[in-house]
């Protein structure tokens, strides 16, 4: 009886989502197995929505259940809409301190050696108390960066790496006193270095399919182990230059006022968000009987992970289960096995350590933390067994 109410309950809530898409939903249900039901998080936010504004999509952390989750559930945000770019005659133009200026079609990409691999993300602008809906993990297939900058023969006087969108927008940028009003296109770089990675992709196909235009179609920079922003959709323009890149994203959105504590002294520091910061959470309980099963992910930027502990009700530091399926630069799921569980509230929270023996700080500790960017704290998750 009580599971039969606990399926309905959750496809109502799902219905309510607009999430009902004959798959998803199979997939969702069909998870719980005979007598297993979802236990409710009590701290998420009650006015929780996955499309909040138009062209926006949160991923709604409570349904984590498989490494890949449909595509139509990975998380959207952009800064100046989507633009609607022919993949027909639509090119990538490769310019600045090259020796051969190239312009690339999506069937010129395709024709090149394709490489696919899993790669989550979140946006750096996630946040624990709004139960960080901008996360996705997907398959992504397209062609190595690398050796086209390659092809095109990178000239010694080049630095840095400019990847232009073809969104738009409208920005006043003030400099010496002076405001000016400049319409642009959505930029972001990376140094020559950091782009000449292997792994960094212009891809096109996601989880088997054409990107959508919501992820970027016809093709985007995928820079596994960076925090979304890197990741420039509707990718139009790359641009070699010998200086640093300043545009917005750059150098005034995304920058992480950071203090570190030097004798009795702070010394603060501004970064431009770049690499994801090791970060976990607690994302769905279920229980069958009186033990549950804890599962979350955890992001990196690629570095090796030493451990994932859960807590419960603030006692000892427990490892839980890394899943098999983890790659590199995917999220990486885990699961915990939390046993004799007695009805009640109950406070939960995972923290991730790198073989570098880093470990996900608390909330508390990023206090010297001033900007909202880049929020990888322990989150403390509540739920009320019954
Ligand atoms: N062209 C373009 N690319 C962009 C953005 C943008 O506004 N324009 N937003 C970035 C940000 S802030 C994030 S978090 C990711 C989101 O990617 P997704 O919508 O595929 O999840 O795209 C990045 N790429
Ligand atoms: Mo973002």
């Given at each position: 009886?009580?599971?039969?109410?606990?399926?309905?309950?959750?496809?109502?809530?799902?219905?309510?989502?607009?999430?009902?898409?004959?798959?998803?939903?199979?997939?969702?249900?069909?998870?719980?197995?005979?007598?297993?039901?979802?236990?409710?998080?009590?701290?998420?936010?009650?006015?929780?929505?996955?499309?909040?504004?138009?062209?926006?999509?949160?991923?709604?952390?409570?349904?984590?259940?498989?490494?890949?989750?449909?595509?139509?559930?990975?998380?959207?945000?952009?800064?100046?809409?989507?633009?609607?770019?022919?993949?027909?005659?639509h090119r990538l133009h490769v310019t600045g301190l090259v020796n051969r200026s190239i312009e690339l079609s999506l069937a010129d990409l395709k024709k090149r050696p394709r490489l696919e691999q899993v790669v989550g993300f979140e946006c750096s602008g996630n946040n624990n108390a709004r139960g960080n809906p901008l996360v996705g993990n997907a398959r992504?297939?397209?062609?190595?960066?690398?050796?086209?900058?390659?092809?095109?023969?990178?000239?010694?006087?080049?630095?840095?790496?400019?990847?232009?969108?073809?969104?738009?927008?409208?920005?006043?940028?003030?400099?010496?006193?002076?405001?000016?009003?400049?319409?642009?296109?959505?930029?972001?770089?990376?140094?020559?270095?950091?782009?000449?990675?292997?792994?960094?992709?212009?891809?096109?196909?996601?989880?088997?399919?054409?990107?959508?235009?919501?992820?970027?179609?016809?093709?985007?920079?995928?820079?596994?182990?960076?925090?979304?922003?890197?990741?420039?959709?509707?990718?139009?323009?790359?641009?070699?230059?010998?200086?640093?890149?300043?545009?917005?994203?750059m150098a005034r959105e995304y920058v992480t006022l950071r203090g570190h504590k030097q004798n009795s002294d702070v010394v603060w520091n501004e970064t431009s968000v770049s690499r994801m910061q090791l970060k976990s959470m607690v994302a769905r309980v279920t229980r069958s009987g009186s033990s549950c099963k804890v599962a979350g992910f955890v992001l990196?930027?690629?570095?090796?992970?030493?451990?994932?502990?859960?807590?419960?009700?603030?006692?000892?530091?427990?490892?839980?289960?890394?899943?098999?399926?983890?790659?590199?630069?995917?999220?990486?799921?885990?699961?915990?096995?939390?046993?004799?569980?007695?009805?009640?509230?109950?406070?939960?929270?995972?923290?991730?350590?790198?073989?570098?023996?880093?470990?996900?700080?608390?909330?508390?500790?990023?206090?010297?933390?001033?900007?909202?960017?880049?929020?990888?704290?322990?989150?403390?998750?509540?739920?009320?067994?019954?």
């Open positions: 009886m009580h599971h039969t109410a606990t399926r309905r309950e959750l496809l109502r809530g799902l219905f309510a989502a607009g999430l009902v898409l004959a798959e998803g939903s199979s997939r969702s249900l069909s998870a719980l197995a005979d007598g297993e039901e979802v236990v409710p998080f009590t701290d998420f936010p009650k006015d929780f929505n996955v499309a909040p504004r138009s062209g926006v999509r949160y991923f709604d952390t409570r349904t984590l259940e498989s490494f890949l989750p449909p595509s139509e559930q990975f998380f959207t945000v952009q800064h100046y809409g989507q633009p609607t770019v022919d993949s027909g005659t992504w297939a397209g062609t190595s960066l690398a050796s086209i900058l390659k092809d095109c023969g990178v000239k010694s006087l080049a630095r840095e790496v400019v990847f232009f969108g073809a969104d738009k927008g409208t920005e006043e940028v003030s400099h010496g006193g002076s405001t000016q009003k400049v319409e642009q296109r959505f930029g972001r770089s990376l140094s020559l270095e950091d782009a000449s990675r292997p792994e960094v992709l212009l891809a096109y196909e996601m989880n088997g399919e054409p990107l959508s235009q919501a992820q970027g179609s016809p093709f985007r920079l995928i820079v596994p182990g960076w925090y979304g922003v890197a990741n420039v959709k509707w990718l139009e323009q790359i641009h070699l230059q010998d200086s640093r890149f300043m545009g917005k994203f990196t930027d690629g570095t090796p992970l030493k451990a994932v502990e859960v807590s419960i009700d603030n006692g000892p530091w427990k490892p839980a289960t890394l899943a098999k399926s983890n790659t590199a630069y995917s999220w990486k799921l885990f699961s915990f096995q939390w046993q004799d569980v007695k009805p009640g509230e109950h406070t939960l929270v995972s923290r991730a350590t790198d073989v570098h023996g880093n470990v996900q700080p608390s909330e508390a500790e990023l206090e010297l933390k001033k900007t909202r960017w880049e929020n990888n704290g322990q989150y403390v998750r509540t739920v009320v067994v019954s």
